[in-house]
Antibody, heavy 120, light 108 residues
Framework: QITLKESGPTLVKPTQTLTLTCTFS??????????VGWIRQPPGKALEWLAL???????RYSPSLKSRLTITKDTSKNQVVLTMTNMDPVDTATYYC????????????WGQGTLVTVSS | EIVLTQSPGTLSLSPGERATLSCRAS???????LAWYQQKPGQAPRLLIY???SRATGIPDRFSGSGSGTDFTLTISRLEPEDFAVYYC?????????FGPGTKVDIK
């Protein structure tokens, strides 16, 4: 049974750096083809993909946010960490982490999401 | 970056009716990399369809996907009360994922 859970601050100030952790179980990020991604959703708006890390440490980023994002993994802890620099109120959103299916390249399991508010 | 457009923005239907949702891409998308998700208020998205037409595990057969190239369709053959939700298409291409803006299916 695959589960994922996001954790991190609920409130950050403008210009600060956000660090979110995705802790997962039921799969290993050392298994060929597997990945973990981050997706966010501002209140009342659509989903936006942010970043993805593969089992082999290959990383992909949203072109529009690439300069602000870093994704890393700790396979021994079953965790993936996303950092986003220079936070702005427009970054207020629910942030989800999700499992990428190894053969289907879609997000087949999602965490519950964590709401991050950017405000001074 | 491939841009996805979904139509209509809102679809107002009654239970038992057929729903047809459209997803159009700004350039050709491999069918292998086109997916549909359902999202209900306060919940994470749920994968419905992958590879344009394959149902994910546990998804009822009233949900079906079709299409190729730049035009894809999600069809719900007979709407059940639990199907009223927002539906997103998503593609993977050029090492990047994009989601469409969503179609809300609400009760008429």
């Amino acid at each position: 049974q695959i589960t994922l859970k996001e954790s991190g601050p609920t409130l950050v100030k403008p210009t600060q750096t956000l660090t979110l952790t995705c802790t997962f179980s039921g799969f290993s990020l050392s298994t060929s083809g597997v990945g973990v991604g981050w997706i966010r959703q501002p209140p009342g708006k659509a989903l936006e993909w942010l970043a993805l890390i593969y089992w082999n440490d290959d990383k992909r980023y949203s072109p529009s946010l690439k300069s602000r994002l870093t994704i890393t993994k700790d396979t021994s802890k079953n965790q993936v960490v996303l950092t986003m620099t220079n936070m702005d109120p427009v970054d207020t959103a629910t942030y989800y982490c999700a499992h990428l299916g190894s053969s289907i390249t879609v997000f087949d399991y999602w965490g519950q999401g964590t709401l991050v508010t950017v405000s001074s | 970056e491939i841009v996805l457009t979904q139509s209509p923005g809102t679809l107002s239907l009654s239970p038992g009716e057929r729903a047809t949702l459209s997803c159009r891409a700004s350039q050709s998308v491999s069918s292998s990399y086109l997916a549909w998700y359902q999202q209900k208020p306060g919940q994470a998205p749920r994968l419905l369809i992958y590879g344009a037409s394959s149902r994910a595990t546990g998804i009822p057969d009233r949900f079906s996907g079709s299409g190729s190239g730049t035009d894809f369709t999600l069809t719900i053959s007979r709407l059940e009360p639990e199907d009223f939700a927002v539906y997103y298409c998503q593609q993977y291409g050029s090492s990047s994922f994009t989601f469409g803006p969503g179609t809300k299916v609400d009760i008429k």
